[in-house]
C-alpha cells in the first residue's frame, strides 16, 4: 500500500525559509514524477513543483522560481520542497504527490495523479 506522508511545515515570517518533506512507504515505481501542490482556502490546487525520478528534471510554477527547490533523497526515500524568501502568498496547505512515468507527460493538474499525502500547513506572515 502506497503512503505519503508531508511534514515539516509550519509559520514563518515573509522572507524566512521553510523544508518540508515528504516520506513515501511501499512506493516501488522508479520513474515517477513526484511533486508538491499547494492549496489557498478559496482557491484551486495548484502545482508548485516537479521532479522526475528517472530523468532527473525538475520544473517549478513561475511564483516560486529562484526561490523553491525540490529534490529527492533516494537513501530516506523522502521528497523534500527547499522554500526560501518566502513571501505572505506563499501560505497555504502543501501537499506531496506522486504518479509513475515522467512529468512532461502527466501534465500539471492535480487529477493526473493517483498517490496523495496529507497537507502539510505553511504561514508566511508579514
Known amino acids: 500500500q502506497v503512503q505519503l506522508v508531508a511534514y515539516g511545515g509550519g509559520s514563518v515570517q515573509a522572507g524566512g525559509p521553510l523544508r518540508p518533506s515528504c516520506a513515501a512507504s511501499?512506493?516501488?515505481?522508479?520513474?515517477?514524477?513526484i511533486g508538491w501542490f499547494r492549496q489557498a482556502p478559496g482557491e484551486e490546487r495548484e502545482g508548485v513543483a516537479r521532479l522526475s525520478t528517472g530523468s532527473g528534471s525538475t520544473d517549478y510554477v513561475d511564483s516560486v522560481k529562484g526561490r523553491f527547490t525540490i529534490a529527492r533523497d533516494n537513501a530516506k526515500n523522502t521528497m523534500t520542497l527547499q522554500m526560501n524568501s518566502l513571501k505572505p502568498e506563499d501560505t497555504a496547505m502543501y501537499y506531496c504527490a506522486a504518479r509513475g512515468g515522467e512529468c512532461i507527460t502527466i501534465g500539471r493538474h492535480p487529477s493526473n495523479y493517483n498517490y496523495w499525502g496529507r497537507g502539510t500547513q505553511v504561514t508566511v506572515s508579514s
Open positions: 511501499g512506493y516501488t515505481n522508479s520513474r515517477s514524477c
